[in-house]
């Protein structure tokens, strides 16, 4: 991997509105992405395979080909000033081979640091932050010493590739070894011990290659592995914030961050802070920001890779975010005449899947606790209790 600091030089040049921006990924994010690039006045062309995907629904122009299809790839980069990305699995080689052609000033260290968890790990403790501990393994016998290290329970990732605890697997006893054992092939992975926190929490950074600003400390529940509520700011200890917003403009440096970085956090009984992992782009758990503060995520992302000034965020109201995946999309729908307190937010997707994120929903709220019980009380969400 290059040098961070060669690597990003003079990374981020100023952009003005009437330019193009490119995203790869046409998914909600690079949706949300494209509303706040057009309302500064920036065009916007998006990669995705799928036709009129839900970014390409608010869009300028759409190339129509799977993310590594390296000559569509180049087709966008033609077409456009900078590139960016909604998500962290596209290929840096791929992008560093245009950089000729439009400015990635997100650079593409960023990429291959998230998209590889040992890598990403290393840089974390590198940058003086908690993470769990660790160690990289190629195979059962490497396995079998990291446990020997680490002990039960433990956490077993693939180092790349992995999303929504999709490729991982808890090592709780002898047993569970010995079904990795029976699984045959054994992908490059890493070995995380097994964090015993209170809740999980992230913090969302952004930058402009040179300036960073952080936005509140957020508390997030999953289910089923995948977010279902943010609870915006998190009820924590001035000092858990405090380390929160330290860890992340540590990162934010490091990387000379432009764009909007994710940080996922497990927050502990005794109120310490540990990152899980980072996410190269706004983020699910910062929704609520479109509504709840000054400035938000994408916009924010925006402003950041378009090398503008960064003003800090200011949170404008306490606020709580629900998912609406799937299978709640029919019962929300019912209610929306019922909700004004809803800000709904549809990411016009042609298929409904059960668990696909379809939409969310943000309350702006003074009282989180009676929100986050209303929000539960109308059922819409039962099928996750
Ligand atoms: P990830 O794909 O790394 O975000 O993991 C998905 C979910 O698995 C997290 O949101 C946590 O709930 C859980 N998890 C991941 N790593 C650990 C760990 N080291 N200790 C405890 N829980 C974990």
Known sequence: MPSLSEETKGRVST???GSTIGIVGGGQLGR??????RYMGFKVGVLDPTENCPTAQVADFQVTAAYDDTAAIRELAE????????????????????RHLAAAPQGT??????????????????HGTDTAPWRAVNSIAELESALGEIGYPAVLKTRSGGYDGHGQTVLRSEADLDEVRGFGDFAPSILEGFVDFAFEASILVAGNGKDFVTFPIVRNEHRNNILHMTVAPAEVSE???????????????GFALAGTLAIELFVTEDGRVIVNELAPRPHNSGHYTIEACSIDQFDAH?????????????LLSPAVMVNVLGQHVEPTRALIGEHPEWNVHDYGKAE???DRKMGHITV???DTAATVAAIEGTGCWNDLR
């Not at 914030?241 to 440096?253: F, G, I, K, T, V």
């Open 15 to 17: 952009l003005m509105p």
């Open 79 to 98: 077409r456009c000033d900078v590139l960016t990305y909604e998500f962290e699995n596209v290929d840096a080689d791929a992008i560093d081979e245009v």
């Open 302 to 314: 925006v402003r950041g890779i378009a090398g503008w000034p960064m003003p800090q965020p200011k």
């Open 352 to 354: 409904g899947r059960h």
């Open 32 to 37: 949300m992405m494209a509303l706040s690039a």
């Open 239 to 253: 000092d858990v914030a405090q380390a929160a917003h330290e860890l992340a403009l540590r990162l934010a440096d």
């Open 109 to 126: 260290d960023l990429l291959r640091v998230t998209q590889d968890r040992v890598n990403e790990k290393r840089f974390i403790n590198d």
């Open 364 to 366: 702006l709220t003074d």
